[in-house]
């Protein structure tokens, strides 16, 4: 594999990995179930306040989304480095918040970092996979897999491992996550500060691999011109 495209898949598998971690997180730590479900319940329930606590949680979603689409029309930089930004203000504050105050309240930075994530990664190889869900990558797995038995296509083989190691990776996150709230409570979250770091480092590389690839390329492309040039000249003299 292109060690360009290495660091790509790693990448991705890091943020599998920091999503289910911080997905479980917020249903063991906090109890919630769907935020939209949660609006219709209350409106139901007449319980207003709450109501207005998850149309908040919604909205600070859309912002992330918004912002994905606003940030590389306005600025210059990599998004990449931003939403892991994100990501690490977010898991320092989750574990400084209080264990009594409001569920929903307390995973508003869930709510923005993680589709801020899911909107700035895309999956490498061509493949469509999210960081931040399971469901449709347990049913890319399963139909690679199912494909690959039945016509033995290297194709499929790639494409079951791509979607084996994004699912071994998000719940393994959500694994550990669990077993670290259990024996560390709120503070546990703290631990998925490493894995947003080496997902810092690795983007880093690659943007190096990717500006070195481009540099190689261009000497390459810039050579057979220099080379007429020198002919050229000759033919003159």
């Known amino acids: 594999m292109h060690t360009e ?11 599998s990995f920091i999503g289910g971690y911080l997905g479980l997180y917020a249903i063991v730590s906090r109890a919630q179930t769907a935020n939209l479900l949660g609006v219709v319940r209350d409106i139901i329930g007449r319980d207003f306040s709450d109501m207005m606590l998850r149309v908040g949680a919604l909205l600070i979603y859309m912002t992330a989304v918004i912002l994905t689409v606003w940030i590389p ?8 480095f931003i939403s892991i930004g994100i990501d690490i203000c977010a898991v320092l504050l989750l574990g400084f918040l209080p264990a009594r105050m409001s569920p929903v309240v ?20 061509g493949y469509n996979s999210s960081t931040i869900f399971s469901t449709n990558n347990l049913r890319q797995f399963t139909t690679a897999v199912t494909q690959f038995l039945m016509k033995k296509d290297d194709a499929q083989r790639d494409k079951a491992k791509f979607y084996g ?17 259990m024996y560390c409570g709120l503070s546990g979250v703290w631990v998925c500060l490493i894995s947003a770091f080496y997902a810092v480092w690795l983007i880093a590389a690659d943007r190096s691999t990717a500006a070195d690839t481009s540099i190689v390329s261009q000497k390459k492309t810039s050579a057979p011109s220099n080379y007429r040039n020198i002919s050229y000249k000759k033919k003159e003299a």
Do not use: N
């Not at 029309?73 to 998004?79: G, P, Q, R, V, Y």
């Not at 190691?165 to 709230?181: D, P």
């Open 165 to 181: 190691m994004t699912l071994l990776s998000f719940h393994a996150g959500a694994a550990l996550s669990l077993i670290l709230y």
């Open 73 to 80: 029309e306005h600025f210059s930089t990599d998004l990449r």
């Open 106 to 125: 307390a995973l508003y930075p869930v709510f923005f970092a993680m589709p801020f994530q899911w909107c700035t990664f895309k999956a490498p190889g």
């Open 5 to 15: 495209m290495k660091y790509r898949f790693l990448i991705h598998y890091t943020l």
